[in-house]
């Protein structure tokens, strides 16, 4: 397949065949992502952990709220932002030091989701399917943990590979009117912010309300559109945003990345 029928033909994967990834197929897809994938002063300040082993891929599964998709499908790569080899290089070489702030982890997370999509890409022009993991900042310290992340490595997203044993819709996106502005932003009024989410406000509630638990969940909460699905208990609540942003600042501190003490703003 070429670039853009990959992309057209997009679609997140939850249900994967047994069957494995064949060395050489999986060299070549983190070969072709690593190659493909620009990153700041070409540093690479990211790292790409591979968990195939199916005990270790379980205990991630549950770290992941149980997605099982994880158990089913025969790799979960995690990918992290990174100063740590580099940090490690600055210092024999005894250069200045620096990244380990916010500015750093930042940089590092752009690379390793930049290097995250190239695989995507990749992947899906061979036959292989994905599905992106929200929950690896949800549970963040676990997975840290779990994957023994040294100091200046932190988890930013992780992606479920596998041949695909279904085959879902490619999933509408909203109006490109609404996602792409000239020169300046162009606000929203109300009509055309309605008219933005008209067919999302159709399409998406029909979906959430085909799942039975997930209905009557929308019934018990009295929601009854779809904005008010998606903060509500549900969904990505107020309750669970601050919590895992509370849970996300705490460990960047715990790896590194944001200084204890007040910057002095001092010459
Ligand atoms: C950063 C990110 C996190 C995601 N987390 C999850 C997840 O934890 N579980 C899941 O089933 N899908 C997850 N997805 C997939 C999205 O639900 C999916 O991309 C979206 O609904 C659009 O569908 P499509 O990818 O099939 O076009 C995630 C996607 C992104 C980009």
Request: aromatic share 8%; with cysteine; proline share 3%.
């Amino acid at each position: 397949m070429d670039v853009s029928e990959t992309l057209s033909t997009h679609r997140s994967i939850r249900k994967f065949k047994a069957k494995p990834i064949g060395r050489d197929l999986m060299g070549q897809i983190l070969k072709s992502a690593i190659d493909g994938s620009s990153s700041s002063g070409n540093l690479n300040s990211y790292s790409i952990i591979l968990t195939q082993d199916p005990e270790r891929k379980s205990t991630l599964c549950r770290m992941h709220s149980d997605q099982n998709m994880i158990e089913e499908a025969p790799l979960l790569i995690t990918f992290c932002s990174d100063q740590h080899r580099t940090r490690l290089w600055l210092k024999e070489r005894g250069a200045a030091d620096s990244f380990d702030d916010l500015l750093g982890f930042l940089v590092g997370a752009f690379d390793a989701v930049i290097v995250a999509q190239s695989l995507t890409l990749a992947a899906e022009s061979k036959g292989l399917g994905v599905c992106y993991l929200g929950t690896t900042l949800s549970n963040a310290t676990e997975i840290a943990s779990f994957l023994e992340l040294p100091d200046h490595v932190y988890p930013v997203t992780s992606l479920v590979v596998g041949y695909p044993d279904e085959s879902p819709q490619v999933r509408n996106r909203l109006p490109f009117t609404s996602l792409v502005h000239h020169e300046t932003y162009r606000e929203f009024d109300r009509e055309r912010l309605l008219e933005t989410y008209r067919q999302k406000e159709i399409s998406g509630w029909d979906r959430y309300r085909s799942y039975p638990e997930i209905y009557n969940k929308i019934k018990d909460l009295g929601i009854d559109n779809l904005a008010q699905f998606y903060t509500s208990s549900i969904k990505y609540s107020k309750t669970y945003h601050n919590q895992t942003s509370l849970m996300l600042m705490q460990l960047l501190r715990d790896k590194g990345f944001i200084a204890e003490t007040e910057i002095s703003t001092e010459n």
